[in-house]
């Protein structure tokens, strides 16, 4: 059978400000999800949130981009909307950002990342398993460096020694300034190596938009990769993107995947989408409460049943005492960051603050500088 697994993420509310959603918000997800599942829409589904942002998580029939998945998300989304207002949660409807998309919601707010396959449980496949990231005050290339290390750097992928994937991946990499369509360049790992970091460096212009298998040629992950301020024209929060993976077999191991997480390395977002600060694992459902917001990710473990449900438990990977140790020295990090305030790197550029409040006031006093020597009192001196 032909599998899709979508997962279509949105912040539409929270509680006490940006950090997380309301348990009533949790459940009426929940629901609607069970719903979709006893008419058939949808095969099996599973709701988390990380930080402000709730994640739904689905395995159907229909294909990527397919209208009816993702009318539901946004429905199920617009539901919860209506719990935060109610409520007086902050954000309510955050990321739905135009009234009623027709279609699929790509473009619309919500992050979404896709990827559709041959289910057949044999080989290549004998086993399907599959990893959810999810990242909240992020901007949308924070996944570049550890899916470019996890699936290109034998220092971190051993794996890439193997047979069945020593001829690489190619990555399809998305120009997220390109606001006239997806603009897509493909280049290949191992001898675009040099090209793909060219590019990848600058986490808030290009990002990974999917990773394929050249010897299977089947995708490998999928990525949200868009700029909500783009979209907008308007800052309306960070991008906060979401992942799926497919690993192990043909693909990169989990832990092969999630090593160079432990980096904890700087991105773009944070307080008011604006700073740099280092990336902290997390465990699944954690709130963002931390000192100056700081950046999270969190990992979810999922096998696939013949059928296309979901096992009846999920891996919930940086719940774990190994993480312990990155998330003090993400801490570490974010303090050591924190105390240059406003200072260079410690903010995003310019350009990133563009269509932000912060832009206004930088503007405002843009107008007002003369060169010297031609203001009147010059002049007469
Ligand atoms: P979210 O995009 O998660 O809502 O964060 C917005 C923000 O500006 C945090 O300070
Ligand atoms: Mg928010
Ligand atoms: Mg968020």
Same mark, same amino acid.
């Given at each position: 059978? !032909?599998?899709?697994?979508?997962?279509?993420?949105?912040?539409?509310?929270?509680?006490?400000?940006?950090?997380?959603?309301?348990?009533?918000?949790?459940?009426?997800?929940?629901?609607?999800?069970?719903?979709?599942?006893? &008419?058939?829409?949808?095969?099996?589904?599973?709701?988390?949130?990380?930080?402000?942002?709730?994640?739904?998580?689905?395995?159907?029939?229909?294909?990527?981009?397919?209208?009816?998945?993702?009318?539901?998300?946004?429905?199920?989304?617009? &539901?919860?909307?209506?719990?935060? &207002?109610?409520?007086?949660?902050?954000?309510?409807?955050?990321?739905?950002?135009?009234?009623?998309?027709?279609?699929?919601? &790509?473009?619309?707010?919500?992050?979404?990342?896709?990827?559709?396959?041959?289910?057949?449980?044999?080989?290549?496949?004998?086993?399907?398993?599959?990893?959810?990231?999810?990242?909240?005050?992020?901007?949308?290339?924070?996944?570049?460096?550890?899916?470019?290390?996890?699936?290109?750097?034998?220092?971190?992928?051993?794996?890439?020694?193997?047979?069945?994937?020593?001829?690489?991946?190619?990555?399809?990499?998305?120009?997220?300034?390109?606001?006239?369509?997806?603009?897509?360049?493909?280049?290949?790992?191992?001898?675009?190596?040099?090209?793909?970091?060219?590019?990848?460096?600058?986490?808030?212009?290009?990002?990974?938009?999917?990773?394929?298998?050249?010897?299977?040629?089947?995708?490998?992950?999928?990525?949200?990769?868009?700029?909500?301020?783009?979209?907008?024209?308007?800052?309306?929060?960070?991008?906060?993107?979401?992942?799926?993976?497919?690993?192990?077999?043909?693909?990169?191991?989990?832990?092969?995947?999630?090593?160079?997480?432990?980096?904890?390395?700087?991105?773009? %977002?944070?307080? !008011?989408?604006?700073?740099?600060?280092?990336?902290?694992?997390?465990?699944?459902?954690?709130?963002?409460?931390?000192?100056?917001?700081?950046?999270?990710?969190?990992?979810?473990?999922?096998?696939?049943?013949?059928?296309?449900?979901?096992?009846?438990?999920?891996?919930?990977?940086?719940?774990?005492?190994?993480?312990?140790?990155?998330?003090?020295?993400?801490?570490?990090?974010?303090?050591?960051?924190?105390?240059? %305030?406003?200072? %260079?790197?410690?903010?995003?550029?310019?350009?990133?603050?563009?269509?932000?409040?912060?832009?206004?006031?930088?503007?405002?006093?843009?107008?007002?500088?003369?060169?010297?020597?031609?203001?009147?009192?010059?002049?007469?001196?």
């Amino acid at each position: 059978m !032909r599998v899709t697994l979508s997962v279509i993420k949105a912040d539409v509310g929270s509680i006490g400000g940006h950090t997380q959603p309301s348990d009533r918000m949790m459940e009426a997800v929940r629901e609607e999800v069970a719903g979709a599942i006893d &008419r058939g829409l949808i095969v099996d589904g599973y709701v988390s949130h990380t930080g402000d942002d709730i994640a739904i998580i689905m395995s159907h029939t229909r294909g990527e981009n397919d209208t009816d998945i993702h009318q539901f998300a946004w429905n199920t989304f617009l &539901r919860a909307t209506d719990i935060a &207002r109610e409520y007086g949660l902050y954000g309510a409807g955050q990321d739905l950002l135009v009234d009623a998309p027709s279609g699929n919601v &790509r473009g619309a707010g919500p992050a979404v990342a896709e990827i559709e396959f041959e289910h057949t449980l044999e080989k290549p496949r004998p086993a399907e398993s599959f990893m959810v990231l999810a990242a909240d005050k992020c901007g949308p290339g924070a996944y570049n460096l550890p899916l470019f290390l996890g699936f290109a750097d034998p220092m971190f992928c051993a794996g890439l020694m193997l047979p069945q994937m020593i001829k690489g991946f190619t990555f399809h990499v998305i120009d997220m300034d390109n606001t006239a369509g997806d603009s897509l360049i493909e280049l290949n790992a191992p001898e675009d190596y040099y090209h793909l970091t060219a590019l990848l460096r600058d986490n808030e212009r290009f990002g990974i938009d999917s990773i394929y298998s050249r010897t299977y040629d089947t995708k490998a992950a999928a990525v949200s990769a868009q700029r909500l301020h783009s979209i907008a024209g308007t800052y309306t929060g960070k991008d906060d993107p979401v992942a799926i993976i497919r690993n192990q077999g043909v693909f990169p191991a989990p832990e092969e995947l999630v090593s160079p997480f432990a980096k904890a390395h700087y991105v773009g %977002g944070d307080a !008011r989408g604006s700073h740099n600060m280092p990336l902290m694992p997390v465990a699944i459902n954690t709130a963002v409460a931390g000192v100056y917001c700081l950046p999270i990710v969190s990992c979810l473990g999922f096998s696939l049943g013949r059928d296309g449900h979901f096992s009846d438990a999920v891996t919930d990977f940086f719940d774990n005492v190994a993480w312990d140790e990155v998330r003090r020295r993400a801490q570490n990090k974010g303090n050591e960051m924190r105390l240059q %305030g406003w200072s %260079g790197p410690a903010m995003l550029p310019y350009t990133e603050l563009e269509y932000s409040g912060f832009r206004d006031t930088v503007t405002g006093l843009v107008d007002r500088f003369q060169i010297r020597g031609s203001t009147e009192a010059e002049a007469a001196e």
